[in-house]
């Protein structure tokens, strides 16, 4: 039998070894600190790894000790965080030079509820610069890098807490998924990430991109795991009015047998033949596991890429619009105060988050209004009513998570091939409908075995449809 | 088609610097961006069937006082690049003759 090493354990085997006593909280903090500290290095997953807060510590073992089976399957566990999500007294950057001394005033909310539970923080996480970006090739801190292939980016944007939870350097963590930020560094990493339904899990504290598509979502090593920490960070808060409460979109009751749709039109020839066999098996062991596979047609799915890349930058011009060195960030001096504005945001900003400011700003200037923005947000509501239409029929909807699997540095240098990376995964974000990506198995490139993933959507607030499916798909791998 | 003159202007608008050298670069990137999100053009959105909007929209709070007065100000002020005491300063920006 092998014995894992405690920092390869799940949540779930932690949560177990620590309350049967074969483990302390500052055994199993201590070899992911040791870990993360030795290859951090390599892979550049950690912008900052913390250290160990000892009262943290000492009391998620207390609570273990007193509380045993009763206490939260959190407590105790180091978990990463992605650099835009608020720790009060930690520096949050965004991995941009903008907020590179920025230290957060606050905890954000999913913070909080983490805290509530005693869990520990083991760092905050590399990414590509205020998650724009799908490589962490726009870090202004250097790329992370994948640890299956190092010559190969591990996705992104959440892609340091993908690297972070693959090399088994901390137990889970959380990312932010804007058009696919937390599934598809999950795909490239063979990793479980979950984006919830819009709303179900608070924003607060979370620095934003697209403001009615970010989510705050896990990146775990099980399907299990991604379930335990969306439990522990979802529900309504006074701080996001935009956070639903349960029971808004009506149930869609499921067994344990789900019908799974297939858009089929949308698998033609730019997905690669590894992926697509891989993706073929899958659902061929799912089918005979007992599910039923069902045609759905999802025509508007062609321009959904379309329509995103018009929404995204148009909310990310007006999200940053804020950061103009005035009351934090970066914030040299010119002659002039539009000096003082323009010289900030010049030097703060990298490439990549210039170019989408500027595509924002042209999308939503008179005169282009109506021909880009209102025409993408009308065939957001489109989308919206043709996945409903097919969940009459189905459960969830299937596809891969990505086209390719992990592609090496610099492979997609224009702007434009690395946009098509999140072509399958925007759709979700734009209606949004709740979205997992789960292992499917691995596609050979020079010698390295690649993790790819399957990509499944539900009806608003059918996460547990997700988590069914998903487990699944891992019961037919491990068998 | 964008022009460099349009990457100027939106530059300026947008409050962020395009250097001379980068601004023949930077336009025929966006001008291959805007191509492809043009494809909307092409959309045909479907007659008589409305699309949908979230169940949830525009929810408004009644007015209140979220937290004591100076709960945040030491701590927010401590990021301010200017300060004089807890107040922000900033570039004079009307002169007195």
Avoid at chain 1, 43 to 65: C, G, H, K, T, W
Avoid at chain 1, 162 to 180: E, P, S, W
Avoid at chain 1, 369 to 395: G, Q, T
Wanted: charged share 25%; hydrophobic share 40%; net charge negative.
């Amino acid at each position: 039998m092998v014995v894992k090493k405690p920092n390869e354990l799940t949540i779930g085997e932690a949560a177990r070894a620590l309350r049967a006593r074969e483990l302390t909280v500052r055994e199993l903090w201590d070899a992911c600190a040791a870990v993360a500290h030795a290859k951090n290095p390599e892979l550049n997953a950690f912008l900052e790894i913390f250290d160990a807060d000892e009262p943290a510590i000492a009391v998620a073992q207390a609570r273990i000790d007193a509380e045993g089976e009763s206490a939260p399957l959190l407590c105790g566990i180091p978990l990463a965080v992605k650099d835009n999500i608020l720790i009060e007294g930690h520096i949050a950057s965004a991995a941009s030079k903008m907020l590179e001394n920025y230290r957060a005033t606050y905890d954000a909310t999913v913070i909080k509820k983490l805290k509530a539970q005693n869990a520990l923080f083991l760092g905050r996480t590399n990414m590509d610069e205020f998650a724009m970006g799908s490589s962490t090739e726009h870090s202004a801190f250097g790329p992370s890098r994948n640890p299956h292939d190092t010559s190969r980016v591990p996705g992104g944007s959440s892609g340091g807490s993908a690297a972070a939870v693959a090399a088994h350097l901390c137990i889970a963590a959380l990312g932010t998924d804007t058009g696919g930020s937390i599934r598809q560094p999950a795909a490239l990493t063979g990793l479980a990430g979950l984006k919830s339904t819009y709303g179900a899990v608070s924003r607060s504290g979370a620095i934003a991109l697209g403001s009615s598509l970010d989510q705050i979502g896990p990146l775990a090593k099980t399907v299990e795991d991604a379930r335990i920490l969306y439990e522990a960070i979802r529900g309504e808060d006074p701080l996001d009015s935009t956070t639903i409460p349960d029971g808004l979109y009506p149930a869609h009751k499921v067994g344990k047998n789900l019908r799974i749709g297939v858009p089929r039109h949308l698998l033609g020839g730019s997905v690669d033949a590894g992926v697509r066999s891989a993706f073929e098996a899958t659902l061929a062991a799912l089918e005979k596991d007992g599910h039923t596979l069902i045609d759905v047609e999802l025509p508007t799915s062609d321009y959904a890429l379309a329509a995103y890349y018009v929404i995204m930058p148009a909310e990310a011009s007006a999200n940053l619009a804020r950061l103009d060195g005035i009351r934090y960030g970066h914030a040299p001096r010119g002659a002039t105060l539009l000096d003082d504005y323009i010289l900030s945001r010049t030097e703060g900003f990298g490439e990549e988050t210039r170019r989408r400011i500027l595509l924002g700003t042209f999308v939503l200037s008179s005169g282009y209004i109506d021909a880009y923005y209102r025409k993408a947000d009308a065939a957001r509501s489109v989308l919206r009513r043709e996945y409903n239409d097919a969940f009459e029929v189905c459960d969830v909807i299937a596809f891969p998570t990505t086209l390719s699997p992990a592609f090496r540095f610099g492979e997609k240098g224009d702007p434009l091939a690395l946009y098509l990376e999140d072509i399958f995964t925007v759709t979700a974000n734009l209606t949004g409908m709740p979205a997992i990506s789960v292992p499917m198995g691995t596609v050979e490139r020079d010698g390295k075995q690649l993790p790819v993933g399957i990509h499944f959507t539900a009806p608003h607030q059918a996460e547990e449809t997700l988590f069914i499916i998903g487990e699944s798909v891992e019961k037919t791998r491990d068998n | 088609m964008a022009t460099t003159e349009e990457v100027k202007k939106l530059s300026t608008l947008a409050r962020i610097r395009v250097d001379e050298a980068d601004l023949e670069k930077f336009t025929s990137e966006f001008d291959a961006i805007l191509a492809y999100v043009g494809q909307l053009e092409k959309l045909d959105l479907p007659q008589g069937r409305e699309g949908e909007k979230p169940a949830l929209r525009n929810v408004i709070r009644a007015d209140g006082v979220p937290h004591e007065a100076e709960a945040f100000t030491k701590i927010l002020a401590e990021q301010f690049p200017q300060r004089e005491g807890d107040a922000l300063s900033v570039k004079q920006i009307i002169i007195h003759d």
